[in-house]
């Protein structure tokens, strides 16, 4: 059983930036297919950014060029840099692995069994 804790989750303005963290325990992040994932009120959760066991990354088109996924082996932790945020970046993120994904389906829920709690980015002026 693999369990998953967000932090770094806060208020912001527009053009800022954040780094999300996400801890694991139960397995290494190393040798898990991880995400982060965000979701607002009434929408359904959209992938962000993915990361493979291997190091490869994908991103959402939303955010390519301003997130960058990354990990620490050593601490066991998930990263999102986020940077130049706008107010649609607003969202709880929740950090999701799998101990296997596909990478056509790598932004996508349903390949992930282990979720995080979430935590709240704000992005406002």
């Known amino acids: 059983q693999v369990q998953l804790v967000e932090s770094g989750g806060g208020s912001v303005q527009p053009g800022g930036s954040l780094r999300l963290s996400c801890t694991a325990s139960?397995?290494?992040?190393?040798?898990?297919?991880m995400a982060w994932f965000r979701q607002t009120p009434g929408k359904e959760r959209e992938g962000v950014a993915t990361?493979?066991?291997?190091?490869?990354?994908s991103y959402a088109t939303s955010v390519t060029g301003r997130f960058t996924i990354s990990r620490d082996n050593a601490e066991n932790t998930l990263y999102l840099q986020m940077s130049n945020l706008k107010p649609e970046d607003a969202a709880m993120y929740y950090c999701?692995?799998?101990?296997?994904?596909?990478?056509?389906?790598?932004?996508?829920?349903?390949?992930?069994?282990?979720w995080g709690q979430g935590t709240q980015v704000t992005v406002s002026s």
């Open positions: 999701a692995a799998d101990r296997w994904v596909s990478f056509s389906r790598a932004l996508f829920e349903s390949p992930y069994a282990y």
């Open positions: 139960g397995d290494t992040v190393g040798t898990l297919y």
């Open positions: 990361i493979s066991s291997g190091g490869t990354t």
